[in-house]
């Protein structure tokens, strides 16, 4: 597996190499391309949340899913939240809505209502900056603890879950979920629905590649995202899908103890 533990020390190794040959032989081509290599990588590892490159991180159940998917929602709580619940309850369909703390205190009818609901609650940081991905571990336990805190005051719940902001990991947040202890939640399938305009292509999306044991990502911060739900829902009890909770899917715990 491609780790940064095992990749570091291998371009550190091929890299002082190739820093020699040029020294010595007078092209510095090979040095290059091991530097271009390692940023092409760790980027890569950033930005691609299945690779738990930096960090372990669950994003699928790969066997044994029976129909099972998990729908997830980030960004909320929102005045739109609502909707998502009425059609989730229509459905009798469980989700996991990763919360932002700052909308936690903005909606906290709404986030109780997700638990009163039987949906799961999880960590999305207090206030989703942009700069996430450049924080200081210490700046990142802040923005946990402080979500959790609200959460907890809110619902008597400290989430175990935590999807990290525009799905980016690296070294910081490795070090502040350990602090935490936390577990980060990815995806296997993702709508699009912040950046796609037309919902038939939502849709689409979502359906073309669908599989039990998916956990499928989308935000409920939109009448689009209502719109697709409306569309979708019907369409994976059709096909006898059924979503469960990430705890329920996984078989992990929610949160603390
Ligand atoms: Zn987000």
């Given at each position: 597996?491609?780790?940064?533990?095992i990749?570091y020390p291998?371009?550190l190794?091929t890299?002082?190499?190739a820093?020699?040959?040029?020294?010595?032989?007078?092209?510095?081509?090979?040095?290059?391309v091991?530097v271009l290599?390692?940023?092409?990588?760790?980027a890569?590892?950033?930005?691609?949340?299945?690779?738990?490159?930096?960090?372990p991180?669950?994003?699928q159940k790969?066997?044994?899913?029976e129909?099972?998917?998990?729908l997830?929602?980030?960004d909320g709580p929102s005045?739109?939240?609502?909707?998502?619940?009425?059609?989730?309850?229509?459905y009798?369909?469980k989700a996991?809505?990763?919360?932002i703390?700052k909308h936690?205190?903005?909606?906290?009818?709404?986030?109780?209502q997700?638990?009163?609901?039987g949906h799961?609650?999880?960590?999305?940081?207090y206030?989703?900056r942009?700069s996430f991905?450049f924080?200081k571990e210490?700046?990142?336990?802040?923005?946990?603890?402080k979500?959790n805190?609200i959460i907890?005051?809110?619902v008597?719940k400290?989430?175990k879950?935590?999807?990290?902001?525009?799905?980016?990991?690296?070294?910081?947040?490795?070090?502040?979920?350990q602090?935490?202890?936390q577990?980060?939640?990815?995806w296997?399938?993702?709508?699009?629905?912040?950046?796609?305009?037309e919902e038939?292509k939502?849709?689409e999306?979502v359906c073309?590649?669908l599989?039990a044991?998916d956990?499928?990502?989308?935000?409920d911060?939109s009448?689009?995202?209502?719109?697709?739900?409306?569309?979708l829902?019907?369409y994976?009890?059709?096909?006898?899908y059924?979503?469960v909770?990430?705890?329920?899917?996984?078989?992990?715990?929610?949160?603390?103890e």
């Open positions: 597996m491609l780790k940064h533990t990749v291998l371009f190794l890299g002082f190499i820093l020699l040959a040029g020294i010595f032989g007078g092209s510095f081509a090979w040095f290059f091991v290599l390692a940023v092409g990588i760790t890569w590892g950033a930005f691609d949340i299945r690779l738990g490159y930096f960090t991180t669950f994003f790969k066997y044994n899913a129909g099972r998917i998990a997830t929602f980030d005045p739109y939240t609502t909707e998502v619940l009425q059609l989730l309850k229509a009798q369909f996991t809505f990763f919360c703390g936690v205190l903005a909606y906290p009818d709404i986030t109780k997700m638990i009163d609901e799961t609650l999880g960590n999305h940081t206030s989703h942009k991905g924080l210490k700046d990142l336990v802040t923005e946990l603890e979500c805190s907890y005051q809110t008597g400290i989430p879950f935590f999807r990290p902001p525009f799905g980016v990991t690296n070294p910081s947040v490795a070090k502040a979920v602090r935490t202890k577990q980060i939640i990815g296997s399938n993702r709508s699009l629905d912040t950046v796609t305009l038939d939502i849709v999306r073309k590649k599989k044991g956990i499928i990502l989308f935000h911060t009448q689009r995202t209502v719109n697709v739900l409306k569309r829902l019907p994976l009890q059709k096909q006898g059924i979503s909770s990430v705890d329920d899917l996984l078989n992990l715990h929610g949160y603390e």
